[in-house]
């Protein structure tokens, strides 16, 4: 089992940034990749960004050049840097480790969520 403990959300004015940090605990010698997920009221989850071991980067289209991706392998963290944030980057982020060694087609950890508004 992967726990994973969230924090840094809040409310923000429109072009205004914030950062969101993830731990992860546990059993998390496995763990591949670790990102960010949201989703809106109404809407379904979404990939925000994510990052594997290696360092490779996926962005979702409409946060590409704005929020920037990170990880500290060492301390089993995972990062998001949101800068000029708009009103529909409003959502519950979702910090994600992904454990490849389980099961057939691995197995996703979620973190509790953390709550980002931008609003005026």
């Known amino acids: 089992q992967v726990q994973l403990v969230e924090s840094g959300g809040g409310l923000v004015q429109p072009g205004e940034s914030l950062r969101l940090s993830c731990t992860a605990s546990g059993s998390i010698d496995s763990i591949y990749a670790m990102g960010w997920y949201r989703q809106a009221p109404g809407k379904q989850r979404e990939l925000v960004a994510d990052m594997t071991n290696a360092g490779s980067k996926n962005y979702a289209g409409s946060v590409r050049g704005r929020f920037v991706v990170s990880r500290d392998t060492a301390k089993h963290t995972v990062s998001l840097q949101m800068n000029s944030l708009q009103p529909e980057d409003t959502a519950v982020y979702y910090c994600?480790?992904?454990?490849?060694?389980?099961?057939?087609?691995?197995?996703?950890?979620w973190g509790q969520g953390t709550q980002v508004t931008v609003s005026s």
């Open positions: 994600r480790a992904y454990d490849p060694s389980q099961g057939s087609t691995g197995i996703d950890y």
